[in-house]
Each structure stands twice: as C-alpha cells, then as structure tokens.
T-cell receptor
Framework: GQNIDQPTEMTATEGAIVQINCTYQTSGFNGLFWYQQHAGEAPTFLSY????GLEEKGRFSSFLSRSKGYSYLLLKELQMKDSASYLCAVREEAGGSYIPTFGRGTSLIVHP | KAGVTQTPRYLIKTRGQQVTLSCSPISGHRSVSWYQQTPGQGLQFLFE???????NKGNFPGRFSGRQFSNSRSEMNVSTLELGDSALYLC?????????????FGPGTRLTVL
C-alpha cells in the first residue's frame, strides 16, 4: 500500500510562484503523476516523473526525488485560471500490475 | 480527435438496484481505467482493462465489476447499490498499459443512490 501526503489548501497571488509538495511511501515505485482538476470537471494530466530531477513544461515544472519519496509541482506566473485542485498520484508496481494511488489533492486559490 | 466519452452523465438509483456505466476511450487507445471520486475518500482506482482483460484491480468489493469489448469500449457495473456508492465515476483511457502512458479522463458519471 501507499501513503501520499500533500497540503490540503494553498493560496497565492496572481503572477507569483507556488510550490505544491507531495510526499509518498511505496515499495514498488513506478512513476509519479500530477493532475489538475477544476471544480466540477475531470482531472487533466500535467506531468509525469519516473526518474529523479526536474521536468519543465511551460509554466509548470515537476520535480522528483525517489530516495526521499518527494515531489513538488511548481507553478510560475500564476493566473486566476490556475485556481484548482492539484492531485499527486503514485503508480506502484506489484507482480506485474500497476496500481495508481492518488493523494487527497491540494486546493490552490489564486487571488488578484 | 474526440476525447473520452462517458454515458450517462447523471444517474439516480435506489439502494439495492444495479447500474451499468459506459466509457468510450479515445480512438486508438486500448487501455481503460475506472475510478471512483468522493469528497470523503478522494480519487480511488477501481480497475483497468487492456485488450478485453482486467489487468489491475483496486481494493473494492466484488459488487464492482467491469468488462471491455473488442473495440476497447468499457462498461462497469455496480450491483446491490449502497448509499455509499454515490460518487463521480471517472473513466480514463491511454494508448497502452505501461509505465509512461498518459491517461486522459472522461467527464464522469455522477451517480446518486437514494
């Protein structure tokens, strides 16, 4: 099984930078995903990390440290539309099967 | 290219009934996963199908089942509905089953059990 922790809520100002952390414990790590979910909508894929390091994609970047069981999602130049829930998900491999487990999500509120 | 579609979008059932939800993946995608999302438990993995075979299964009772057809469309069934089954059921598709495949979610089916 897995234990995934991320902050429940964060607030930030438009134009600023925010970092959302995610820690996890797993025995068969097979990748970490970040999703964005606006209220009333389905999650949308943001990033995927399987090796240590930083993955950059436009205003969003994601970092992974497998040895520390730690990841963060970095959002730059925040916009009002970035107000959403951000889900950290860890995929675990067990006996050839891949089981994803999601964190409870971090609700990000961006204010003017 | 059309996205993942789910039908119906909204459903109201009573306790003890059964329900079948449908998911059509993105054209060319062969893997379909199902998730349950509730305010209390968050997003939880139900099962994944690939090439008409269930490949992975989450920790849900046997009342939850599914299947996948040769055209990759998938259905999930919940029998003997309980109040706690009220949730948003999400389907996600990916090209194949594997470590690096991105999943694309459908809009979900909102199930209410009375």
């Amino acid at each position: 099984g897995q234990n995934i922790d991320q902050p429940t809520e964060m607030t930030a100002t438009e134009g600023a930078i925010v970092q959302i952390n995610c820690t996890y414990q797993t025995s068969g790590f097979n990748g970490l995903f970040w999703y964005q979910q606006h209220a009333g909508e389905a999650p949308t894929f943001l990033s995927y990390n399987v090796l240590d390091g930083l993955e950059e994609k436009g205003r969003f970047s994601s970092f992974l440290s497998r040895s520390k069981g730690y990841s963060y999602l970095l959002l730059k130049e925040l916009q009002m539309k970035d107000s959403a829930s951000y889900l950290c998900a860890v995929r675990e491999e067990a006996g050839g099967s891949y089981i994803p487990t999601f964190g409870r999500g971090t609700s990000l509120i961006v204010h003017p | 290219k059309a996205g993942v579609t789910q039908t119906p979008r909204y459903l109201i059932k009573t306790r003890g009934q059964q329900v079948t939800l449908s998911c059509s993946p993105i054209s060319g995608h062969r893997s379909v996963s199902w998730y349950q999302q509730t305010p209390g438990q968050g997003l939880q993995f139900l099962f994944e199908y690939f090439s008409e075979t269930q490949r992975n299964k989450g920790n849900f009772p046997g009342r939850f089942s599914g299947r996948q057809f040769s055209n990759s469309r998938s259905e999930m069934n919940v029998s003997t509905l309980e109040l706690g089954d009220s949730a948003l059921y999400l389907c996600a598709s990916s090209l194949a089953q594997g470590a690096g495949d991105t999943q694309y979610f459908g809009p979900g089916t909102r199930l209410t059990v009375l």
